[in-house]
Structures are given as C-alpha cells and as structure tokens.
C-alpha cells in the first residue's frame, strides 16, 4: 500500500488502525492509485474499501481536515471489500475517458447534510 502511497504527488496523511487517509493532486489520480492498492492488495488474498471525494481541505501542519474530509471517510464506509467508491463530485471532476462509473444510487451520509450519489469506479 505505502509503495502507491509513496509516489508524488500522493502524499499519505494519517493512519488509523488498519486505515489510510492520503491526498492527490486530482481525482482520477485518487482513484487510479485506489484501484491498484485494492488490486495489488486482493493478490495477497486481502480486501480493502476505499473512498473517495474532491473538495476544499483545511491544512493544519502536516494534518488536512474538513467537511470534504469527512465525506471520503463516509463513503468509505459505503464501501464493500474490493470496492472503490467516489462522490458525484470525484466521477464529475475526472475526465470522461480515463475512467469507468457505476451508478450505486443516492445515500445519506452519517453526519453529512443532504443526499450522495454514489458510484463504483469500475476497474
């Protein structure tokens, strides 16, 4: 996981028990570097889930905080094992050739305002 995590201009955050929180230059780049920790990681005959959503961050130090940070950890959780999945915002903001969609539908998101479309980023 570090090894992807490693290469800029990904830059990881913080961990927390068996979680990562890292931050890119740009969506796709996010999702391209999510996909292949799930694939590399599934090799090993694990699953992970991740989560992710573009937005204003708050810099506090070598800490990133905020609302858009809170949403990632959220859908996060919306997440199965082996599965990648973006805001309405991330699919929005990526170009329209470098990635696959998959519609997951709206969710409420525990302690966001408002409905979340959601989608898979299809490998």
């Not at 800029?8 to 068996?18: C, L, S, V, Y």
């Not at 094992?81 to 470098?98: C, H, Q």
Request: one cysteine or more; proline letters at 5%; a positive charge.
């Amino acid at each position: 996981m570090r090894g992807e995590l490693e290469r800029p201009p990904r830059r990881e955050i913080d961990t927390a028990g068996d979680g990562y929180f890292a931050t890119f230059d740009g969506p796709a780049r996010g999702v391209r570097c999510a996909q292949a920790i799930t694939r590399d990681v599934r090799r090993l005959g694990l699953d992970v889930r991740a989560g992710l959503h573009t937005g204003e961050v708050e810099v506090l130090g070598e800490k990133v905080s905020g609302i858009a940070v809170h949403i990632g950890a959220r859908i996060a959780a919306r997440a199965a094992p082996g599965e990648v999945i973006v805001s309405n915002t991330v699919k929005d903001s990526s170009p329209a050739r470098a990635l696959r969609f998959e519609d997951r539908g709206v969710h409420a998101l525990k302690g966001v305002p408002g409905d979340w479309r959601l989608y898979l980023a299809a490998a």
